[in-house]
């Protein structure tokens, strides 16, 4: 028992071998992410069969306007929990309930601003981003429904990285999994039985997301007594929300960043026509569904960042990020093969007979798979970074990050077309990688200064 958690339930991740642990905290996360991106999958393959090129084009062209803004409401939730996770290895009980319902607090308020701002201003960023008129409309009511929709997602966002921060990374996968077998059956229903056309896809996301969030309460309330709040765990002075803001807003920020590259890579590939926007967007909900399990990974090892960083095991926890480190690249190296060998067949899956958006599918996922493995350097850079408490780093990985796509998107695209486009996720792994491996080496050194003190 820890804090009066069952075993069972939540996982100390500063005890065991560091990359078993990391790894076995993992799996559970990397078959939610993927389930997650059955979400997207779900909509596209259902869309595509039964809408047609210009309803799958509709849908994905908001691609990087949901990483802009929902994105940074998932930044905020994952960023204040990396706080609740390193109370959690210092074992600090109350601080883990008071650090829960400071993001609570956080997250209502960002989300609040966060609607109004986005659903009074998307139909003209629909139109800056020169959105083709064939699929504007659809685009605008399938995003419009996921902003309405915006509380159910910072519902399940939060209490779920709330509770893989203190070990249970097992829970939210269940209930995604439910979430996501409803979103199929939903997707199906609106759109073959209702005709409701793509608004139908955005009604299942939204409706699945709150099912998910919605069976986390219980879950919490029964077996995590230490998230469970009590009344003056709500009397927080001005520091405690400062704590959290100074590593969830730069959290936010930084998928943000990210995202308004991808907003400019969205803007030259709306100028190359409708059956381009529909390639390039399935190749990377491809390239987003095989990089889950990275992604994955790179969550539990921030949970382990931050737990040990939290217990003062500072050997372990470079133990730990040099053991991820060379998981992730092995798992790299075999996507990207993948990428490379099969990309045609798995980008036919979603666009049928159309061989020429096929070819460019599969141009994309050709240029990714080469570059592929800096993608596992990246990651655990990142996230080592991130569980310590740092986020000036990531930010200004960000921002290099964001540098490198917009120059693919409004320089290499100008010279080469779709081609140079293809070229702007490979350009922002090596920009922002460059930060991030300096910034590791001083991180390191820092926590060596902190093991030799606590050793005297």
């Given at each position: 028992?820890?804090?009066?958690?069952?075993?069972?339930?939540?996982?100390?991740?500063?005890?065991?071998?560091?990359?078993?642990?990391?790894?076995?905290?993992?799996?559970?996360?990397?078959?939610?992410?993927?389930?997650?991106?059955?979400?997207?999958?779900?909509?596209?393959?259902?869309?595509?069969?039964?809408?047609?090129?210009?309803?799958?084009?509709?849908?994905?062209?908001?691609?990087?306007?949901?990483?802009?803004?929902?994105?940074?409401?998932?930044?905020?939730?994952?960023?204040a929990s990396i706080i609740t996770a390193q109370r959690f290895g210092a074992a600090d009980a109350a601080g883990v309930r008071r650090s829960f319902?400071?993001?609570?607090?956080?997250?209502?308020?960002?989300?609040?601003?966060?609607?109004?701002?986005?659903?009074?201003?998307?139909?003209?960023?629909?139109?800056?981003?020169?959105?083709?008129?064939?699929?504007?409309?659809?685009?605008?009511?399938?995003?419009?429904?996921?902003?309405?929709?915006?509380?159910?997602?910072?519902?399940?966002?939060?209490?779920?990285?709330?509770?893989?921060?203190?070990?249970?990374?097992?829970?939210?996968?269940?209930?995604?999994?439910?979430?996501?077998?409803?979103?199929?059956?939903?997707?199906?229903?609106?759109?073959?039985?209702?005709?409701?056309?793509?608004?139908?896809?955005?009604?299942?996301?939204?409706?699945?997301?709150?099912?998910?969030?919605?069976?986390?309460?219980?879950?919490?309330?029964?077996?995590?007594?230490?998230?469970?709040?009590?009344?003056?765990?709500?009397?927080?002075?001005?520091?405690?929300?400062?704590?959290?803001?100074?590593?969830?807003?730069?959290?936010?920020?930084?998928?943000?960043?990210?995202?308004?590259?991808?907003?400019?890579?969205?803007?030259?590939?709306?100028?190359?026509?409708?059956?381009?926007?529909?390639?390039?967007?399935?190749?990377?909900?491809?390239?987003?569904?095989?990089?889950?399990?990275?992604?994955?990974?790179?969550?539990?090892?921030?949970?382990?960042?931050?737990?040990?960083?939290?217990?003062?095991?500072?050997?372990?926890?470079?133990?730990?990020?040099?053991?991820?480190?060379?998981?992730?690249?092995?798992?790299?190296?075999?996507?990207?093969?993948?990428?490379?060998?099969?990309?045609?067949?798995?980008?036919?899956?979603?666009?049928?007979?159309?061989?020429?958006?096929?070819?460019?599918?599969?141009?994309?996922?050709?240029?990714?798979?080469?570059?592929?493995?800096?993608?596992?350097?990246?990651?655990?850079?990142?996230?080592?970074?991130?569980?310590?408490?740092?986020?000036?780093?990531?930010?200004?990985?960000?921002?290099?990050?964001?540098?490198m796509r917009t120059f693919a998107a409004l320089v290499l695209t100008q010279y080469f077309g779709y081609l140079g486009l293809c070229f702007a996720?490979?350009?922002?792994?090596?920009?922002?990688?460059?930060?991030?491996?300096?910034?590791?080496?001083?991180?390191?050194?820092?926590?060596?200064?902190?093991?030799?003190?606590?050793?005297?």
């Open positions: 028992m820890v804090f009066g958690y069952a075993e069972a339930v939540t996982k100390n991740l500063t005890m065991g071998t560091p990359g078993l642990v990391i790894l076995a905290f993992a799996i559970p996360l990397v078959i939610g992410n993927l389930f997650q991106q059955l979400y997207n999958m779900a909509d596209a393959f259902v869309v595509s069969r039964e809408i047609g090129i210009e309803g799958l084009a509709a849908i994905t062209s908001t691609g990087s306007l949901q990483f802009l803004v929902l994105g940074f409401l998932m930044g905020v939730t994952s960023g319902a400071a993001s609570i607090v956080i997250c209502t308020v960002v989300v609040i601003v966060l609607m109004i701002i986005s659903i009074s201003t998307l139909r003209p960023l629909l139109m800056l981003l020169n959105t083709p008129a064939e699929i504007f409309e659809g685009a605008y009511l399938y995003f419009l429904m996921l902003l309405f929709g915006m509380p159910s997602i910072l519902l399940f966002n939060l209490l779920s990285n709330v509770m893989r921060a203190v070990g249970d990374s097992k829970t939210p996968l269940y209930f995604l999994i439910i979430a996501c077998v409803i979103n199929i059956i939903l997707d199906y229903v609106l759109i073959l039985v209702f005709h409701s056309g793509v608004i139908g896809a955005g009604i299942a996301t939204v409706i699945s997301q709150f099912i998910a969030g919605f069976l986390c309460i219980p879950t919490i309330l029964k077996k995590l007594p230490v998230l469970c709040i009590q009344r003056e765990d709500w009397k927080l002075d001005a520091s405690e929300y400062i704590t959290h803001l100074k590593i969830a807003l730069p959290v936010g920020f930084q998928w943000s960043i990210i995202a308004i590259g991808a907003v400019a890579v969205t803007f030259s590939l709306n100028g190359l026509g409708y059956e381009a926007v529909a390639a390039f967007n399935i190749g990377q909900r491809i390239d987003q569904f095989a990089g889950m399990p990275l992604n994955s990974y790179g969550q539990a090892l921030t949970t382990f960042a931050a737990q040990n960083y939290g217990a003062h095991k500072y050997a372990r926890l470079r133990a730990g990020a040099i053991q991820g480190g060379m998981i992730s690249l092995a798992f790299t190296i075999f996507m990207g093969a993948i990428f490379i060998l099969a990309g045609d067949r798995i980008a036919a899956i979603f666009l049928k007979d159309n061989t020429g958006a096929i070819e460019l599918a599969h141009t994309y996922l050709k240029i990714l798979g080469s570059f592929f493995v800096l993608l596992a350097l990246l990651y655990t850079c990142r996230q080592i970074i991130q569980g310590i408490g740092n986020a000036m780093i990531p930010t200004i990985s960000g921002i290099t990050e964001l540098f996720s490979p350009l922002a792994f090596a920009g922002a990688l460059i930060p991030l491996s300096i910034g590791l080496v001083f991180v390191f050194k820092k926590i060596r200064r902190l093991e030799l003190r606590d050793a005297h």
